[in-house]
């Protein structure tokens, strides 16, 4: 196993990573301000792919096509899940995940009647490759991982200095004390679904030349970003985006020495015992 | 400033507030006391607009509060320093101050800072540490000093001087004395005799949902003259 | 006054009534009217008793478990691989698959005890997606992707044939009663009283001297138990098992059937899955759409009838005689949680209270 091998795993490892980290962090962000997980946001991470395709099938880039999709789904899903949820944010949590659960399946339901269930390709808008020792490594995949980093770094600043930033967190952590400061509240509430939506569809666009795109595309990438989530520390928007890095370099590399379901049951394993180990710790709340 | 007529308050079935009459003026601190459970806390989550549903005028400068949001009456000057979980745990005392003065141009966020290290300098020893580790009596010092800091025209606070140190109930209690002379309203809810005396002119005792006696500070000259006025005839 | 009060039927008496006049129904109707029905009313027996038991651990203990439908699979399988290991005494294999099913649960109480609220959740749902994994491992032994058929034709089951005559229909309906009467008898009981109270505020019933943890594996073990018992009951009725029935989807499934139906209830899960299951195999036969529909229910079922059908149904019930007896008895609702992990688990199930 030579050592570009690793380096080549690795850098998928980080790819996948990448994206997972986007979802998870919107969903962590998500997690923090209303405290619960939205089973939807797979679909929205499948929405931003297929808005690409449409905008390549109009003869737009596909750049044109990604921030279309952040935008359009950012403010669409954002204010879908408004509506839905507000209504709900001091009633039973478990009414508010049945029914991102009910949105997710009348998504995807309407997404499979509308384009069709069949797996449509995307080109990747860079075709250039890049030589890794012996292989040529596909330039576009590197620029995914650098645009997630970059939006993650933007997140993190996001959250720790601007204004909004403060606000969400501090909607979190303590609401009632927030608004009595004079927070919007509402308006707090809704930046988070916009946000949330519109890392989702980020992940979904910028992977669509990878995954190609069809209804149940986000299905995967939402149980695992789940998994970070919780693994990472509800509300923990670094914690999630760390750990879902982690995981996909974890699994991509544990795949050169250990057959394919052997590592997945590996995977799960760690996470366990993370949280065997962890499970001091109970706080709920939006952190760095 | 803030006038309350024949308030009523619900917490669902619960007729916890029974038709309240008050008013505090600029500049004057007014107590409001009684045992626990009557409906002060009530009362002060009323004016401020979150929890029960309530009936009745309450009046801010002149305007009716009723159906405004929690936080526009924030922003027309109405603070409230509930008596525990004010504080945003994950974060710093600093970041715990300086959420509050976002609404304010950066200049004035620092000033904010400022008044409340200066008000309270055990804040600005621990201003790096994260508000949840504080202990209860610093955190009630955190969320009052930065109440105060926020310079609000009207403020309430809930209980200020439980739990505290002899020494801590002193400092806030001259803290709030000194708002109220710059000519800021100040309604507490407290037990502490020393306190309302510093801080308050006038109070007003609470039984059972309804204002029982409306007294000057002047007429008690010992704690027990006034715990006397909220045990009077009781049945 | 007084004649038109004790004229006022007792609440508790016709809830007795009515259910008995559901499991008469239950096991007389099907054989009567025939024509399948007994094998689609086995079908929602077999998983109503897991939805009843995630009510159970999930509902009345809150805790969190998403693993039912892992012990479900696993007892299924169990009685597949020992069917293929010439193992055909059907005492044998029952108690097997409840052995298996118990095995499993106690892996879950480890979670129980170690962990709380939502890692509680994540250790129980990883744990699950990692059960649908496991036969690949072996594939000699659980016959991997392709599934595994269960041998032994009528024997194992006592002789009963799942498909022709009503014999393996009343053992389910047995069964089904047996678990309905048990839980019913156990949730009245003082110990269902000290769960659902741990289940709600366990740093207070800790400190009211109540050890928690046992209550916590007690129950993980009872419903467990039934999610075990279900799935050997599925083995017998079907005859093959396969790689899906271990994972999330049907875990996911029968916490839908019983927060559908109604998670403060018995009878609640149960007619959640013939709800729920008769929707899905109707649409399923008039349109491609079911998911579209699937998804409408729910939200109607959010926004309308938080509770849960047979929930709603007994609030209102609820309201009418407190109209009639008029006098406001309140709810007795328990007092404000305290710490985070209790926060969680408190918040999932009930709305947030303001004092």
């Known amino acids: 196993m030579s050592l570009e091998h690793v380096a080549v795993a690795a850098m998928n490892g980080l790819v996948v990573g990448a994206s997972l980290a986007l979802v998870a962090a919107g969903l962590a962000l998500l997690f923090g301000v209303l405290g619960v997980l939205n089973f939807a946001q797979g679909d929205f991470y499948m929405l931003g792919a297929y808005i690409v395709w449409l905008a390549l099938g109009h003869g737009q880039s596909f750049w044109t096509g990604v921030v279309a999709a952040v935008l359009a789904v950012g403010i669409v899903g954002g204010l879908a899940l408004m509506t839905m949820l507000w209504p709900l944010r001091d009633r039973a949590h478990a009414l508010v995940l049945l029914a991102t659960l009910a949105l997710s399946l009348i998504m995807e339901q309407l997404a499979a009647n509308v384009f069709g269930g069949d797996a449509k390709p995307i080109a990747a808008p860079i075709s250039a490759r890049v030589p890794i020792g012996h292989t040529d490594y596909p330039v576009y995949d590197l620029i995914v991982v650098v645009a997630a980093v970059v939006i993650l770094v933007g997140g993190f600043v996001f959250l720790k200095y601007l204004k909004y930033g403060i606000w969400l967190r501090a909607v979190a952590q303590n609401r009632r004390m927030a608004s009595v400061l004079g927070v919007p509240v509402s308006r707090v509430y809704a930046l988070a679904f916009v946000l949330s939506c519109g890392l989702a569809a980020v992940a979904g666009s910028l992977l669509a030349p990878l995954t190609q795109v069809y209804p149940t595309v986000g299905l995967d990438v939402n149980l695992s970003a789940f998994i970070v989530v919780i693994a990472g520390g509800l509300g923990n928007f670094r914690g999630a985006a760390v750990i879902a890095l982690g995981l996909g370099v974890a699994e991509s590399l544990g795949s050169l020495w250990i057959p394919g379901v052997a590592v997945q049951l590996m995977v799960f394993g760690l996470v366990i015992a993370l949280l065997i180990l962890r499970s001091q710790r109970q706080r709920v709340l939006v952190r760095l | ?235 | 006054m007084d004649r038109v009060r004790a004229r006022a039927p007792d609440v508790r008496t016709l809830g007795v009534i009515a259910v008995v006049l559901v499991f008469a129904a239950l096991f007389l109707g099907p054989p009567l009217y025939g024509q399948y029905l007994p094998q689609r009313i086995s079908d929602y027996l077999i998983f109503g008793l897991p939805a009843l038991a995630v009510a159970l651990i999930a509902g009345h203990a809150r805790l969190l478990n998403v693993g039912i439908g892992a012990t479900f699979g696993v007892s299924a399988y169990t009685v597949a691989i020992l069917s293929h290991h010439s193992v055909l005494n059907p005492v044998l294999l029952m108690l097997g698959a409840l052995g298996a099913g118990v095995l499993v649960s106690i892996l879950f109480s480890i979670y129980a005890v170690v962990a709380t609220g939502l890692e509680y959740l994540l250790l129980t749902l990883l744990t699950t997606a990692a059960f649908a994994s496991l036969p690949l491992l072996s594939i000699s032994l659980t016959g991997g992707e392709n599934g595994l058929g269960v041998k032994g034709a009528v024997d194992i089951s006592f002789g009963l044939d799942p498909l022709q005559g009503n014999g393996f229909y009343w053992l389910l309906c047995a069964v089904t009663a047996f678990w309905c009467g048990l839980s019913w008898y156990l949730l009245s009981s003082r110990a269902g009283r000290v769960m659902v109270a741990i289940g709600r505020n366990p740093v207070r019933a800790a400190a009211m001297g109540y050890s928690v943890h046992a209550y916590q594996v007690a129950v993980t073990l009872y419903s467990g138990l039934i999610a075990a018992s279900a799935g050997w009951l599925y083995a017998l009725a079907h005859a093959f098992v396969f790689q899906d029935l271990l994972g999330l989807a049907d875990s996911v499934n029968f916490v839908l059937y019983s927060l559908i139906g109604g998670v403060d209830t018995v009878l609640g899960p149960l007619l959640g899955t013939a709800g729920l299951r008769f929707l899905g195999e109707y649409l399923g036969q008039q349109s491609t759409q079911s998911q579209l529909y699937v998804g409408v229910a729910l939200l109607t079922v959010v926004y309308l009838l938080p509770s849960g059908v047979v929930g709603g149904l007994r609030q209102l019930w609820r309201l009418r005689s407190r109209f009639r007896s008029a006098s406001p008895i309140g709810t007795g609702e328990p007092g404000p949680v305290e710490v985070a992990g209790a926060v969680e688990m408190d918040r999932l199930f009930s709305a947030a209270r303001d004092e």
């Open chain 2, 1 to 235: 400033m803030l006038e309350l007529q024949d308030l009523h308050a619900y917490y669902g079935r619960s007729h916890v507030v029974q038709g309240i009459s008050l008013r505090v003026g600029l500049g004057e601190g007014v107590g409001l006391v009684g045992h626990n459970g009557v409906g002060k806390t009530t009362t002060l989550r009323s004016i401020m607009g979150h929890g029960p549903r309530t009936l009745g005028r309450i009046a801010f400068e002149g305007r009716d509060l009723h159906s405004a949001p929690v936080h526009s009456r924030a922003r027309r000057g109405l603070g409230f320093v509930p008596d525990a979980e004010a504080v945003f745990p994950e974060m710093t005392v600093e970041e715990n101050i300086r959420a509050g003065a976002l609404l304010r141009p950066r200049a004035d966020q620092q000033h904010c800072l400022e008044t409340a290290y200066q008000l309270f300098p055990v804040l600005a020893e621990r201003r790096v540490q994260l508000a949840g580790t504080l202990s209860g009596g610093q955190q009630k010092m955190l969320a009052l000093a930065r109440g105060l800091a926020l310079q609000p025209r009207l403020l309430m606070v809930d209980e200020p001087s439980e739990g505290l140190m002899p020494i801590n109930i002193d400092l806030i209690a001259g803290a709030l004395g000194r708002a109220v002379d710059a000519g800021v309203g100040v309604l507490v809810v407290d037990a502490s005799f020393h306190l309302l005396k510093t801080v308050c002119s006038r109070l007003y005792v609470m039984k059972r949902g309804v204002i029982t006696g409306e007294h000057q500070l002047t007429e008690f000259a010992t704690p027990d003259q006034l715990v006397a006025t909220y045990l009077k005839g009781e049945a």
